[in-house]
């Protein structure tokens, strides 16, 4: 168990929906990060944020936004959802953010868009 | 660009027998983390190990360690006496310091699928 959680576990949605992934991270931990595993994209980095501000951003969707919340849990909401969406979406969390630690990810939230 | 390759899709080894998972990286930023994850049928990202790049020494954790050859971009990881439950897909990512704002995010490479054969 790493100590990052994720709900839910598995989301099944229609084009068009909207949805929203949650993440808590390891206690302690300040840097949240959301990254996307499709079959055809691998493993990809979506946005980074650091004691509830954005720290940087990757190949995420304007569709997509996410946020960090005072008690450092974060929200990934994913919005006019496509087929393409499906994929499985990680939450990992690091202390600072330094490229020196390691990040720790949570069990993942598979979606399906139908 | 920052680029992570790992050349081989898929391997088998036999149990209890050594394997070397092959990584490759591209960058021009100095300072950097590499590191192996592993990711079961079951769909979780595990952590396995890290290297810095201004690490000396190569990583070692437990059957794990990394062979890291900083003059030709690599670092590979070595399984030493593989285990049915070493059975996953593996992958290798790096981070880059702070670089135009952006720091720590983990660029991965599309994996390894290791096989271990009883």
């Known amino acids: 168990d790493s100590g990052v959680t994720q709900t839910p576990k598995h989301l099944i949605t229609a084009t068009g929906q909207r949805v929203t992934l949650r993440c808590s991270p390891r206690?302690?931990?300040?840097?949240v990060y959301w990254y996307q595993q499709s079959l055809d994209q691998g493993l990809q980095f979506l946005i980074q944020?650091?004691?509830?501000?954005?720290?940087a951003k990757g190949n995420i969707l304007e569709r997509f936004s996410a946020q960090q919340f005072p008690d450092l849990h974060s929200e990934l909401n994913l919005s006019s959802l496509e087929l393409g969406d499906s994929a499985l979406y990680f939450c990992?969390?690091?202390?600072?953010?330094?490229?020196?630690?390691?990040?720790?990810f949570g069990p993942g939230t598979r979606l399906l868009v139908l | 660009a920052q680029k992570i390759t790992q050349t081989q899709p898929g391997m088998f080894v036999q149990e209890k027998e050594a394997v070397t998972l092959d990584c490759t990286y591209d960058t021009s930023d100095p300072s950097y983390g590499l590191f192996w994850y592993k990711q079961p049928s079951s769909g979780e990202m595990i952590f396995l190990i890290y290297q810095g790049s201004y690490d000396q020494q190569n990583a070692t954790e437990g059957r794990y360690s990394l062979n890291f050859q900083k003059a030709r971009k690599s670092a590979n990881l070595v399984i030493s006496a593989s285990q049915l439950g070493d059975s996953a897909m593996y992958f290798c990512?790096?981070?880059?310091?702070?670089?135009?704002?952006?720091?720590?995010?983990?660029?991965f490479g599309k994996g390894t699928k290791l096989s271990v054969k009883p």
């Open positions: 944020y650091y004691n509830g501000e954005e720290r």
């Open positions: 206690s302690g931990d300040l840097s």
């Open positions: 990512a790096m981070s880059r310091s702070n670089y135009g704002g952006s720091q720590g995010n983990l660029i």
């Open positions: 990992a969390s690091s202390g600072s953010g330094s490229y020196q630690e390691t990040q720790y």
